[in-house]
């Protein structure tokens, strides 16, 4: 059964739907995420016996913690809380949760204590949530040091403190769980940039809302179920006309490789024919490792073909923008990578030609190449990578993948996804060239332009997921090894699919 995706929503998105829901919500919000955090915290320490520890912030975070841990004490489990803060500071439902701990015979210390000689069953950050507001220094920051610093599994409730929900930045410092549970919805800042380092495995809790009835989500988790509907099963009588024609230009001398390693992609997600166009006049006549790629001179190349990927070893000089030029002003889907991104930055009457493009157009830049295009640093598209892809969307009209863990996907309809399949393995030259290839043989084979981008993107991720699960990574992982490893995926998608 294919999992179906899980909305994503930026803080302000949240608050609104604790507003709404907040006034007729029995029991209280506080009270759900509370116990719901206990059971989860229940499954982490079934083979650990002993106390557990709670560090509680000065916010409605904290208030989750007490409630955890009355839960806890009221089944005779023994919890120790520690809270740094003003208890009468504290806000009204974090208040109402710290006496009905306190009533029920709960004590706080207003310090960490030392471990246990057998160590904690399970240490609990409840210190920041959706609310933190600046990095984080002081007695906070000397707390979460000293937890990172404890062995054993440690849960973060609702986000890891020190992570910023909306961008996944370290403010500060950051608490880094083993496990997090999140409430109502996943934000975007869990899932990229330092997100992922810091939640460890990732539980949404519904908190019984459904949020997308109270606020339609603006982003979404990528799955395979969004894009299943291409699963088509292949008839006994199909030729390779019915797969189409990829096209991949690029290869300027000593660049070549590029565009062979996405020829091999596009052939392995399924395009009936492959023609790579090569600018290097010198280039091999046949790629004698893949010899069922059409290798032609780029120009000729250029006149083959359903969907055209250009970019990869391009290179930036007069040849490659004229190349660029041409297949701007074809008919086909176009995926601009690479080269073909540093001609956009760097020429605003080709950028103009990739605006006004009626055929779609996708983007697929690292983050330096995404700063280039906005003019701005790489540190900057980091700092907020949501905002950077919906912005490169929304300049060039175009589809855009902000490439790296958490890879983020903005349409020009405002639609906007993250996809969490993936592992430090890819971190290697070539592997955004399997991601171009990919693209274009699922545009060669018509799969529509959204399914095929979050279809290549997720598929490229779970290929280097399966490759490390069999061992083959994070260490030594090589991008000529992702095709065989999308193959295998895809071909069992589409079986499972259809034998549900
Ligand atoms: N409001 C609600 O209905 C619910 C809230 N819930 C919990 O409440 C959390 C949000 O609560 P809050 O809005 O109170 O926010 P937090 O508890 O995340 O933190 C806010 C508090 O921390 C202080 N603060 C922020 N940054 C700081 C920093 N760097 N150094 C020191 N102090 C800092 C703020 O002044 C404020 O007192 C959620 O993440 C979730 O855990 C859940 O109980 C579900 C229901
Ligand atoms: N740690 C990681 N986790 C998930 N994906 C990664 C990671 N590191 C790299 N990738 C993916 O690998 C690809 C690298 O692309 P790119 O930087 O263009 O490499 P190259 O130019 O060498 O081909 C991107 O799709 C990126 O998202
Ligand atoms: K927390």
Known sequence: MLQSSQPIYPVAGIRTIETAAMPTAKPPLMERAGRASAEEAVRLMIDRPGALLIACGPGNNGGDGFVMARHFLQAGRQVVVAFSGDTAKLPGDAKKAWEAWRDAGGETLSDLP??????????????????????????????????????GPRMSIDVPSGLCADTGR????????????TFIALKPGLLTLDGPDHCGELVVKRLDLDANAFLPAPGWEVRPALFADQFTPRRLNAHKGLFGDAVIIG????????????????????????????????APAVDLVQPELMIRSAEHALSEGQAIAIGPGLGRDTVAADLLRQALASDHALVLDADALNLIADDDTLAGAATR?????????????????????????????????IELSRRFDAHAVLKGHGSLIAHPNGRWLINRSGNPGMSAAGMGDVLTGLLAGLLA????????????????????????????????????????????????????????
């Not at 240490?123 to 000293?146: C, K, N, S």
């Not at 403010?171 to 997090?180: E, I, K, N, Q, S």
């Not at 055929?359 to 280039?372: G, K, S, W």
């Open 251 to 282: 290869g300027a001398p000593s660049m070549c490789g590029a565009p062979l390693l996405a020829g091999r992609a596009a052939l392995r997600a399924g395009a009936g024919r492959v023609f790579v166009g090569l600018l290097d006049p010198r």
């Open 170 to 181: 370290v403010l500060g410092v950051a608490f880094r769980a083993t496990h997090t549970v």
């Open 445 to 500: 084979q018509r799969w529509p332009i959204e399914a095929a981008i979050i279809g290549a993107v997720h598929l490229h991720g779970a290929a280097a997921d399966l490759l490390l699960a069999k061992g083959i990574g994070p260490i030594g992982m090589s991008a000529s090894e992702l095709p065989d490893a999308v193959r295998i995926l895809l071909n069992q998608w589409v079986a499972q699919h259809h034998r549900q």
């Open 357 to 389: 493009r009626h055929a779609p157009v996708v983007l697929t830049p690292h983050p330096a190449e995404a700063a280039r295009l906005l003019k701005c640093s790489p540190d900057q598209v980091q700092q907020n990578r949501l905002d950077a892809v």
């Open 114 to 151: 030392a471990a246990p000689p057998e160590g904690w069953a399970l240490v609990v950050d409840a210190l920041f949530g959706i609310g933190l507001q600046r990095p984080i220094t002081g007695r906070y920051a000397e707390w979460i040091r000293a937890l990172n610093a404890l062995p």
